[in-house]
T-cell receptor, first 116, second 114 residues
Framework: AQTVTQSQPEMSVQEAETVTLSCTYDTSESNYYLFWYKQPPSRQMILVIR??????QNATENRFSVNFQKAAKSFSLKISDSQLGDTAMYFC?????????????FGTGTRLKVLA | DTEVTQTPKHLVMGMTNKKSLKCEQH?????MYWYKQKAKKPPELMFV???????INESVPSRFSPECPNSSLLNLHLHALQPEDSALYLC?????????????FGSGTRLTVV
């Protein structure tokens, strides 16, 4: 069975600094997708970045980048030049399709607070 | 239009009431989802509709009744709820069920059952 683990329940970072949120997962699938979602206090979950497992190149979206280590089953999110608006809950998610059915699993989340 | 719109944003209902949550998207997505989220927890999948047909029901109590009248609209009918059903209810859509591009979420309905 697939699992997603976020070992950091809460983190804080100073504005303009860099922070890394960790995510590990367990799967026997070879083809899958990984996602980071951001949920600010406004409640709406927003897709931040996605990674296809068959791509070795780490995904990047502006100040957000991932460190995808397939062998280690690790998918960390790096936020550069942190801004107050980055304060949110961050969820790592895993998706794989097996025999026509799919599994979409969220981690438990990391609450990030950006300090002024 | 790249949004999922949910109404109402807040709902307070008694345990004997009947109410409905509404979700709408105009992105041409063919899969739509209902999630329940408790405070500081990840979303929990309730239902999946694929091409307007119920694809997944995660053993949700019958007091929750989903409906997909067309490809753009998803409803969740509520009846005889319990206080423990108080939560944030999120609607999401994706290009297709199991699609690799992630979900687009609405901003949710905060439901309080009194």
């Amino acid at each position: 069975a697939q699992t997603v683990t976020q070992s950091q329940p809460e983190m804080s970072v100073q504005e303009a600094e860099t922070v890394t949120l960790s995510c590990t997962y367990d799967t026997s699938e070879s083809n899958y997708y990984l996602f980071w979602y951001k949920q600010p206090p406004s409640r709406q979950m927003i897709l931040v970045i996605r990674q296809e497992a068959y791509k070795q190149q780490n995904a990047t979206e502006n100040r957000f980048s991932v460190n995808f280590q397939k062998a280690a089953k690790s998918f960390s999110l790096k936020i550069s030049d942190s801004q107050l608006g980055d304060t949110a809950m961050y969820f790592c998610a895993f998706m794989a399709t097996t025999s026509g059915t799919y599994k979409y699993i969220f981690g438990t989340g990391t609450r990030l607070k950006v300090l002024a | 239009d790249t949004e999922v719109t949910q109404t109402p944003k807040h709902l307070v209902m008694g345990m004997t009431n009947k109410k409905s949550l509404k979700c709408e998207q105009h992105m041409g997505h063919r899969a739509m989802y209902w999630y329940k989220q408790k405070a500081k927890k990840p979303p929990e999948l309730m239902f999946v509709y694929s091409y307007e047909k119920l694809s997944i029901n995660e053993s949700v109590p019958s007091r929750f009744s989903p409906e997909c009248p067309n490809s753009s609209l998803l409803n969740l009918h509520l009846h005889a709820l319990q206080p423990e059903d108080s939560a944030l209810y999120l609607c999401a859509s994706s290009s297709y069920e199991g699609g690799p591009y992630g979900y687009t979420f609405g901003s949710g309905t905060r439901l309080t059952v009194v």
